[in-house]
């Protein structure tokens, strides 16, 4: 079973569709569950930094997403679940983040129209298993005004350019996150919905 | 590279797809998730539904469309028409709306726009400016489809909403609006060049040149076009063929 963490913000029912129609079993959970059973556990992303954060604080979501990830089951953050991620944020002030992997999260300081909308191009890094059948600089959706920018470059998977190079994607031991939305970037998005439930029933399977 | 945007507009009146010239002489025009199937399938880099429904015991239609659309489809969408407080900001990010487009609530209180922004992120939200040319030499913001003007100058209040945290504006030009004769360019420049968000040009298109247009004269971010994509005049695909061969970065 893989759960997809509903924290109050947005429609989750795709991303839980997505996995159902490659056959692996989904569902929206609001409140934490046992972690046991699971295969898999994503990270969405709607809303401000913040008042996401403590959305998730409220609702025991944090420790949950802390002993998941430390149960080396993988993990998949979502745009705003990318960031959550990390150390902090600048977001209406500074904000803590999760501060699961090193790294600061900042708004674009470009000569370009800010937030960053539409479908951009991600460019890898390094092998990713998220990535896999899927051709480089292929185009995914953002819609994001912040960035992150991991302390250990190697955990970033692919860049994309706006005004600069900045992380889209990483992979750390069993933690994947993508700063686009796979679910909302047509055929080529739900390719890396298919190949994260590959990975959570590989990693069942063992 | 960040591809240029290619948007189809749906107007909905409870629940179905409308078309009309100047907000008069309506026709059914379909289903709206059939349409967004359609425009899925088709690769549109997102897809606008704007809610025209005039009677306010039918406005709820629309949460359901939007529920509706967003468990069938993997395009962004964005809802505007009709939203006038936050709570119905969230109930249709709930619903499934990936933004929400504020337009007469934002003018009759701006501070909307400012809590939508805190709660969601600049991102989801998108002010749509329906401006109009004056014996000025300048642009005033109207509402209520067109019929009044609100004496706010276009430029400043487009100003005044990336201040207060609009992420996106959508820019409709109510001379060129149902025209066919392309978009007013002067007025899209002008406002694109004013702010530092993304600006989206709507109102006139009635050939694919008007669309290139709006990228190379008007600077805009993301082009809209309603009829011509409708009534399949043209497809997407041979707008973005075309956007390519004339130098416009546009998704593969």
């Not at chain 1, 993990?75 to 600048?90: A, K, N, P, R």
């Amino acid at each position: 079973m893989i759960q997809i963490i509903d924290y109050g913000r947005g429609n989750l029912n795709n991303v839980v569709k997505s996995f159902m129609n490659f056959g692996y079993q989904a569902e929206i959970i609001d409140q934490p569950k046992s972690i046991k059973d699971l295969s898999g556990l994503v990270l969405p992303g709607v809303g401000a930094f913040g008042d996401s954060m403590d959305s998730l604080n409220e609702k025991g979501f944090t420790s949950y997403i802390r002993d998941y990830i430390a149960s080396k089951k993988p993990f998949l953050g979502i745009c705003l679940g990318l960031q959550l991620i990390f150390e902090e944020s600048d977001e209406f002030g500074d904000q803590k983040g999760m501060g699961v992997l090193k790294g600061r999260v900042t708004r674009f300081d470009i000569d370009e129209k800010v937030p960053h909308i539409g479908w951009n191009q991600a460019e890898f890094k390094k092998e990713s298993r998220l990535f896999k059948g899927i051709p480089d600089e292929s185009y995914f959706y953002f819609v994001h005004s912040y960035y992150v920018t991991p302390e250990d470059p190697s955990v970033t998977t692919t860049t994309s350019h706006y005004g600069i190079d900045f992380t889209s994607a990483i992979e750390h031991e069993n933690i994947y996150a993508t700063q686009f939305h796979p679910e909302k970037s047509q055929k080529i998005g739900l390719e890396v919905i298919k190949n994260f439930g590959e990975l959570c029933a590989h990693h069942t399977s063992r | 590279m960040l591809a240029k945007r290619i948007i189809p507009c749906l107007d909905i009146d409870q629940g179905r797809v409308v078309k009309g010239v100047n907000f008069v002489n309506l026709v059914d025009a379909g289903d709206p998730l059939e349409n967004a199937m359609y425009y899925d399938g088709e690769g549109a880099d997102e897809i606008i539904f704007l809610d025209i429904t005039a009677s306010s015991d039918r406005r709820d239609i629309i949460y359901d469309m939007a529920r509706n659309v967003a468990d069938n489809i993997y395009t962004p969408f964005t809802i505007g028409g009709g939203l006038r407080t936050v709570e119905d900001m969230i109930r249709m990010v709930k619903a499934g709306a990936d933004k929400v487009s504020l337009n007469s609530a934002a003018v009759k209180n701006p501070e909307i726009v400012r809590d939508g922004a805190r709660v969601f992120g600049s991102q989801c939200i998108v002010v749509s400016i329906d401006a109009k040319s004056n014996n000025k030499g300048s642009f005033d913001v109207y509402v209520k489809g067109g019929r009044e003007n609100t004496g706010l100058d276009a430029l400043e209040w487009a100003k005044r909403v990336e201040e207060l945290g609009a992420g996106e504006i959508m820019l409709t030009s109510m001379d060129r609006d149902g025209t066919r004769q392309g978009y007013d360019l002067e007025l899209t420049q002008r406002v694109s060049d004013a702010v530092s968000i993304p600006v989206i040009a709507s109102g006139g298109v009635g050939e694919k040149r008007h669309l290139l247009e709006g990228f190379t004269k008007g600077k805009a971010s993301a082009v809209l076009a309603a009829s011509i994509f409708h009534f399949r005049e043209i497809s997407i695909q041979e707008v973005r063929d075309y956007l390519r061969e004339n130098k416009i970065p546009v998704k593969s």
